[in-house]
Every structure is written in C-alpha cells, then in structure tokens.
C-alpha cells in the first residue's frame, strides 16, 4: 500500500494525529464557523470561533479510527437530511451482495452530495462505505485534504498537465481502484465524468473508463477485467438543485461569451450550498453489475448511460419542466412509488416551481427548466418510450 500513500486515504493509526493536527487550524474553526452560522460570523466571528473550536474538539475527543470518525460524519449527515430533504428513498441494493466490492459509477449532480448518499443509502442497508474519488482542485486547504481523506476519500491529481506524468497519475489510479476492490474488497465511488452535469445532461465520459482499465493486464481479456471491476452504474436525483441558479448563471456565460471564469473559493461555495440548500426528495437507484463481453470503453460507457437514464427517478419537477416544454404533455411515472403524473394534478408543486423559476434571473430561466426536463428526454430515449404509456 507504500506505493499509493500519496493518495489513498487515511487509516486508523493516522486518524488521531491527523486530528490533533486540524483542530488545532483556525482555519477550520473559521470555516466552520461560516458555514454553520452565515450571518453572524462576521461581526460576531471572534466570539463564535473559539466556542465552535470547542465543540468539535469535544466531539472528536474518543474518535481514534475511521470508523469512529465516519460516526460523527453520519450524525451531522442525518441532521442535514432532516433539514434539507423531504425524504430519501433508494432502490436497486436488494440484487447486489452486501460482502462483496463493487465500483460505483454515478452521475454527477452535487460535488459533496453524490458520495454522500450513495454512502448513506449502502451504509444503512448493512454495506460497507464507500472509499469516494475526489479530485485535487477541490483541495485548495490542507485541512480539506485531510478531512476528506479521513472520510475514506481518495485523491485523483487533475492538477498534473505533463503528458508523461498525467499518464503515470492515471495508471497509479487505476492501480488503486483495482487494488481497493480485489484486494482490499473495498466499495468504490467515482463521478462518470469530471465535474457536474449542470445542464442535466447526465453523460459518461469514456476517458473515466479508459483510466479504470490501464491496470488491465496485457494478456488479460477486456471484458474480463471489466467483470472483475464489477461496475455498478447509479441513477442519483434531486427534486431539487440547491445550485441550480449558480450552474444556469455558469451556462449562460458560456453560451453568450465563450468563456467562464471561476472565482477562487467557487467550488467551496458550490460544496456549502449543496449541503445547507433544500433539496426535496432524494433517490438513489443502483442498477446491475456489468457483466455483458464488453469489446471497448465505448460499449462499456453507453451501457452505464443506458442504466443511469432508464433507471432515473423522476420528481415533479423535472415532470413541470418538461411539460413547460416544446413537448406534447405525456403521462410519466414520478416518485419512487411511479405515480403517473398528468399535467393538470400537481398544482401546489407547480405553482412552487413557477415561483422558483420567477426568482432566477429571467435569462437564466429557459437554463434551469432544461436543466430538469433533460432527464425526463433521456429517460424517455432509454427505455424506448414506454414511460409513455403509463
């Protein structure tokens, strides 16, 4: 495991010192201090941060592993769910084994929120957690580093630009996966694709798979080592975007000026808002094992597409949105109960997301509403349809 330490994370006998090393940063207590309490922490900041230092070094005082640690992240990740969800539903955990490794592969909404309850869904279900790629631009602190890596978070260098030494990060990547599944029999999460899908269209990036396989053996079958991966495509969706108005402002820069800019701490403020913001009904639906004779990454990228789009659920506001449309209003299952809906019911839920639409900026408004109805089209176009008889 030497080979990896430069981006596996971390075990227990770190845990403690890792600890001792952050809580006694004040940049932490500041961040947190911001994120817990937006309004005050400016002019009350200097009263806040040392009773907030406080807590967290009580609360991690008896925490000496990563299990322990994952205990105090589950507490904090059970009031973020009472307070920003409506609830949170998953399905597709009762065909997979619960003593067995798998990668999972998702599509990629929220930069903290997609690991995190794909997690909460295998963790209360009796699965092992998740050790959770995340990429280096996201930690521009070292005491995100450290935080992540204590939560079973691994790390992909994005940052090397080198051909040769992008190439080697990518390999030892793909070293480690395959490691972490076979020999560790360690549960996986990675993103189909770097960065979101801020306009809904949830597509896989073959260059994802092309790295999971540079481990492959040359004498080994492709297929073969795609089996071995045991690759588990998962259909993420929120019944609402937290961020929504951030992605259409970042799209509309591109469409008008080519280009979009962004700020320093962008990613941070996208990560904050994701968690603080109201996200409605979550599923998470985890589809079946690959274990077709794929020929190449291509067929292996259009069968988790092929899974992520057919086995989305849809809310009534991706239903509003593409009723909203160009498109002939149709009958489509929403929920994961598949309630049909039909344009004239839901008027409370519509008349919510009308005032949602009416509060963004009004040339950012066509944005979001693509951005909820593309996985209805998708849906549509992966099923063949039949969403349209229901």
């Known amino acids: 495991m030497t080979d990896f330490d430069d981006i596996r994370p971390y075990n227990d006998a770190e845990v403690r010192p890792v600890l001792d090393r952050i809580l ?90 997609d690991p995190a309850f794909v997690n909460w869904s295998l963790y209360h279900s009796g699965f092992k957690t998740l050790r959770i790629a995340i990429g280096d631009n996201l930690l521009t602190k070292e005491y995100v580093s450290d935080l992540m890596r204590l939560n079973k978070s691994f790390i992909v260098k994005r940052g090397v630009k080198a051909p040769r030494e992008k190439l080697k990060a990518a390999k030892k990547l793909s070293a480690y996966i395959y490691h972490s599944l076979t ?40 297929a073969d080592y795609v089996r071995e991966l045991a690759i588990v495509p998962v259909s993420i969706s929120y019944e609402l975007d937290p961020c929504d108005e951030a992605k259409a402002h970042e799209l509309h820069q591109q469409r008008t000026s080519g280009r979009y800019e962004k700020g320093d701490q962008e990613d941070v403020q996208s990560i904050a808002r994701g968690i603080a913001g109201q996200k409605g009904h979550v599923h998470v639906a985890f589809g079946d094992v690959l274990s077709g004779d794929f020929a190449d990454a291509d067929a292996v990228t259009a069968e988790i597409d092929r899974q992520i789009w057919s086995n989305y659920v849809l809310h009534p506001s991706n239903c509003i949105a593409f009723d909203q449309g160009s498109e002939e209003a149709r009958s489509l299952p929403y929920s994961d109960q598949a309630i049909p809906f039909e344009p004239g019911n839901l008027t409370d839920e519509r008349a919510s997301f009308d005032l949602r639409l009416q509060s963004i900026p009004s040339d950012y408004r066509d944005i979001v509403k693509a951005m909820y109805a593309n996985p209805v089209r998708h849906k549509l176009a992966a099923t063949g349809g039949q969403e349209r008889e229901c």
């Open 24 to 113: 006694a940063d004040p940049e932490l207590a500041d961040a947190v201090t911001r994120l817990k309490f937006p309004r005050l922490a400016g002019p009350l900041g200097f009263v806040l941060r040392p009773l907030v230092a406080r807590v967290m070094r009580r609360q991690l005082a008896g925490v000496n592993s990563v299990d322990e640690f994952q205990l105090v992240v589950e507490k904090y990740m059970r009031h973020m769910i009472e307070e920003t969800t409506t609830k949170i539903t998953h399905s597709g955990l009762d065909k997979l084994d619960p003593t067995r490794a798998y990668l999972f592969i998702s599509n990629h909404r929220d930069i903290a929120m």
């Open 183 to 222: 020999a560790d029999k360690a549960n996986i999460w990675i993103a189909q694709r770097e960065g979101r899908a801020k306009d809904g269209n949830d597509l896989t990036n073959s260059a994802v798979v092309g790295m999971l396989t540079l481990n492959r053996p040359k004498t080994q079958d492709y």
